[in-house]
């Protein structure tokens, strides 16, 4: 093709005539309640994620019909938003009934590439579910869940995403008084746990089953028409879930809030509240503030996801088998995948962060004794696996520009040495090639708390710049990107201590 000839691009969708796809809007009550959003004065766009619009098939420029439509002002045409109900498990507690007390779903369309996706509105007003609350969301943790959502796509990891984050002047009180803001968010499906548990706590096993029916025909459906369909898609979201928290663990992610009506049952990682990845490595470490007793910790988040597996598996038992005996054997079958999967997932990568070929059950001390190399030093997470792609093999010399960033430099030497060894073990090896996988698997940047705070901060004033900045910049997190070093370091001092909490 001649380099003169104009880039193609598939056709815009037509808002006025859009191929929708209303799969999960058919199933109507008692899933879900028609709401209609509530208008948001004076909306202006903070940032659009062109990218996304395009793998949509939408046109990246967004005309005043579509901004209004993202501020939850006019319906897509041709669709009826809603808002579904579910229960869960809150921080261990159980509440009967939840449901999207701020989220509304405003579209279902089929992509250039025939994907389904569906696309929600955060912050777009009360709905029956909001329990007495605004149902808005607020511009702090908008830009947070913006960034963050598209920050992990960018690292690999599976999650809903955001296509639009529109802000408005209108007063929302929280501990103080700020503005609001509304977030698209795109997913496969929003499905969660806690949909499951709603019906099976009510009994209501005809719903529960045309709600998993449902589940299975649109995103398992390798797995229609066999006898043991609710066993085997059961078995893949367990092993969903163990990939997905594996992923977390891997890249010092904490979510804040594993509570069951926050996870998926596609292995997404759903609902940004008070997240937070690590700075300086702390095992027990607690992102949200609200989590007064570590429920959460970064350590504890295995568990968890596997306790939330257990409780899903529990309420979707009577389809498992006629009698509740060979249900609950089936159940605790598919629940012990769990930590074989996870076991090996994280594991494996722990290996490739290390730029080990291959991964021996004697690793386990070497990368142990590494995170207690960062935890003493209070060391950077971030920052700390980067720089090993530094090391040589080849070499016994001390490792210059990455002993620094330890406080027991003798006890790090004394690693290295170890570390050395190891990789002088695999056969060819190639410090060059090493190094290359070693920064695919480690990357350079993440949304650091201090960074969404600036952001934050400058939006709250009208400059949107730096929004836009980290976008563009946490695109690419595995990239040096030399001009954009400063974003790579840890914080300052006065901004390592910023409290999230579940308003975050």
């Not at 202006?44 to 005043?64: C, K, Q, S, T, Y």
Request: aromatic residues 10%.
């Amino acid at each position: 093709m001649s380099a003169m000839m104009p880039r193609a691009f598939p056709q815009p969708l037509s808002l006025a005539d859009p191929p929708l796809s209303p799969v999960y809007a058919r199933l109507g009550a008692p899933f879900h309640q028609p709401v209609t959003a509530t208008p948001l004065p004076e909306p202006r766009m903070v940032h659009f994620n062109a990218a996304l619009a395009g793998e949509l098939g939408f046109d990246p420029d967004v005309g005043p019909q579509f901004l209004e439509i993202l501020a939850g002002n006019r319906p897509w045409p041709g669709y009826a938003s809603s808002a579904s109900v579910y229960a869960g498990h809150q921080f261990g507690a159980w509440v009967p009934q939840l449901g999207d007390g701020r989220a509304l779903l405003i579209a279902e369309v089929r992509t250039p590439a025939k994907e389904r996706v569906e696309l929600q509105l955060k912050g777009a007003g009360p709905t029956p579910y909001s329990r007495g609350l605004d149902g808005r969301a607020v511009l702090r943790s908008s830009i947070r869940e913006y960034l963050a959502s598209e920050a992990m796509h960018a690292l690999g990891v599976p999650t809903t995403r955001c296509l639009s984050l529109v802000a408005s002047p209108q007063p929302v009180v929280r501990e103080t008084v700020e503005s609001a803001a509304v977030v698209c968010r795109t997913a496969a499906s929003f499905m969660r746990f806690g949909q499951f548990e709603y019906f099976a706590a009510r009994g209501q096993l005809g719903p529960m089953a045309r709600l998993a029916d449902h589940v299975i025909a649109e995103h398992f459906p390798h797995l229609q028409g066999r006898p043991d369909r609710y066993a085997a898609w059961l078995g893949e979201v367990v092993e969903r879930t163990a990939r997905l928290i594996a992923q977390w663990q891997l890249l010092g992610f904490c979510h804040g809030v594993m509570n069951t009506d926050n996870f998926s049952v596609l292995g997404l990682t759903l609902d940004y509240g008070p997240f937070g990845f690590m700075d300086r490595f702390r095992q027990y470490h607690v992102c949200n503030h609200s989590d007064y007793e570590g429920r959460y910790a970064y350590s504890a988040q295995p568990e968890i996801g596997r306790w939330n597996c257990e409780r899903l598996l529990r309420a979707v038992s009577p389809l498992l088998a006629d009698g509740p005996n060979q249900a609950a054997e089936i159940g605790q079958d598919l629940a012990a995948r769990y930590a074989h999967v996870y076991h090996r997932s994280v594991m494996r990568g722990w290996a490739d962060k290390l730029g080990l070929r291959d991964f021996r059950e004697t690793d386990a001390k070497l990368i142990d004794e590494f995170l207690g190399l960062l935890q003493r030093s209070r060391g950077d997470f971030t920052r700390g696996f980067r720089l090993l792609s530094r090391i040589r093999a080849g070499s016994d010399a001390p490792a210059k520009g990455v002993r620094e960033e330890f406080a027991d430099i003798k006890a790090f030497d004394a690693w290295v040495a170890d570390y050395r060894g190891r990789l002088r073990s695999e056969r060819n090896v190639d410090d060059e090639a090493r190094a290359g996988r070693m920064n695919r698997v480690n990357p350079k940047y993440v949304l650091r708390n201090h960074l969404a705070q600036i952001a934050i901060d400058k939006a709250m004033l009208g400059d949107y710049s730096e929004v836009a900045k980290l976008a563009e910049l946490l695109r690419r997190p595995y990239d040096e990107q030399p001009d954009m070093e400063a974003y790579a370091a840890e914080p300052p001092d006065y901004m390592r201590n910023i409290e999230v909490s579940c308003s975050s």
